[in-house]
């Protein structure tokens, strides 16, 4: 559920009085009381739509967001949270060794996954995750390490921009599976004498990496 905040319903145009001048940067400011499920939009003149500005963030009961130049700004409630699309595995599934990973979907067609509001648990203690999200979709990946054979529970708590919590929780049993995961290289191609490589351990071990030249 969409709306214009209910109080004025107020759109704020910012716009230089030089049309050959480019806005400066702004800080966009509103105090919040609790609960209070709103996010700044900017208006997308392009497909004639609120879009929802990344990065705002709450402090002390106030909501911030930093913006390039000029355009027409509001207040929107929102008070839906977000949807979980899909899960891979399906909860209460099994952890196959040649894809050891969950992975999960959500959707927010109000103010947008928050990426910096997604936490998660295993057997209540806190795991990381790894974080995908543009304007309305999000993925969050979790790769379990040093996970012993058994039944465990993964839950997820995911917020948008706006506060509303979606909070998923899932059951999977798993065997004993040592391998690595998640590599990434960067700068990928390597250039000139340097780059970082990283990956996960699904179990902890000692680890000797073999590194080639294109020449072998």
Do not use: C
């Not at 559920?1 to 004025?8: F, P, R, V």
């Not at 400066?24 to 929802?52: C, G, M, N, Q, V």
């Not at 309305?136 to 379990?144: D, K, L, Q, T």
């Not at 990928?188 to 490589?197: E, F, I, V």
């Amino acid at each position: 559920e969409l709306a214009l905040d209910d109080a004025g319903a107020a759109i704020y145009v910012v716009e230089p009085a030089d049309p050959d001048v480019t806005a400066p940067a702004l800080r966009l400011t509103a105090p919040l009381t609790s609960p209070d499920h709103r996010a700044w939009f900017l208006w997308d003149e392009a497909r004639r739509r609120w879009a929802a500005i990344p990065g705002q963030f709450v402090d002390l009961g106030v909501l911030t967001a930093d913006v390039a130049g000029g355009g027409a700004f509001a207040l929107i409630a929102d008070r839906a949270a977000p949807i979980l699309v899909s899960v891979d595995p399906p909860s209460r599934g099994e952890l196959r060794p040649d894809r050891y990973l969950v992975e999960a979907h959500f959707l927010d067609v109000g103010s947008g996954v928050s990426q910096a509001d997604v936490t998660a648990t295993l057997d209540g203690m806190p795991v990381p995750v790894e974080v995908a999200a543009d304007e309305n979709r999000a993925s969050v990946r979790y790769v379990p390490t040093d996970l012993p054979a058994g039944l465990h529970t993964l839950r997820l708590s995911v917020a948008d921009r706006a506060g509303n919590v979606a909070v998923e929780s899932f059951d999977y049993l798993t065997s004993e599976v040592f391998r690595y995961t998640s590599f990434r290289l960067a700068p990928n191609p390597a250039r000139k004498d340097s780059a970082r490589a990283v990956f996960r351990l699904t179990q902890t071990a000692d680890v000797r990496m073999d590194i080639y030249t294109a020449d072998g």
